[in-house]
C-alpha cells in the first residue's frame, strides 16, 4: 500500500469511461454527480460517458446527431431537459426524484 502522496503526472492519464462498465455503474456515478447540483458538471459527465459508449451509438439511440451531442455534452454546457433524458435512455439508467433529508 502507498502511503506518499500522488503526483499530478501519475494520475493525468485516468478516464473515468474505463470504469463505467454498466448500467449500474453509470448510474451511480451520475447519481454522485447531480448530488452536486451543477448543470454544466452532469453535462460533462454525460459526454465522458457517451464518449466512451460511442458517440455514434448514442446519437442513433436518441435521434440526436453526433454534433449536436458534442456541443450539448461539453463542459460548461447547460443541455435541456430532453436531451439528458434521451441520453440517459440510451445508456440503460433513468432519473428519478428522492426526498431530501
Known sequence: MRTD?????E?????IAEHL????????Y??????SNDPALL???LGDIARAK????????TGITREALYKALRNNASPRFE?????????????????MH
Open 11 to 15: 494520475i493525468e492519464n485516468f478516464s
Open 5 to 9: 502522496k500522488l503526483e499530478l503526472n
Open 30 to 35: 451520475l447519481t454522485d454527480i447531480l448530488a
Open 83 to 99: 436531451t439528458v433524458a434521451k441520453v440517459c435512455s440510451a445508456f440503460g439508467v433513468k432519473l428519478v426524484a428522492q426526498a
Open 43 to 45: 453535462a460533462a459527465a
Open 54 to 61: 460511442g458517440m455514434s451509438d448514442i446519437a442513433k439511440c
Open 21 to 28: 462498465d454498466s448500467p449500474e455503474t453509470i448510474a451511480a
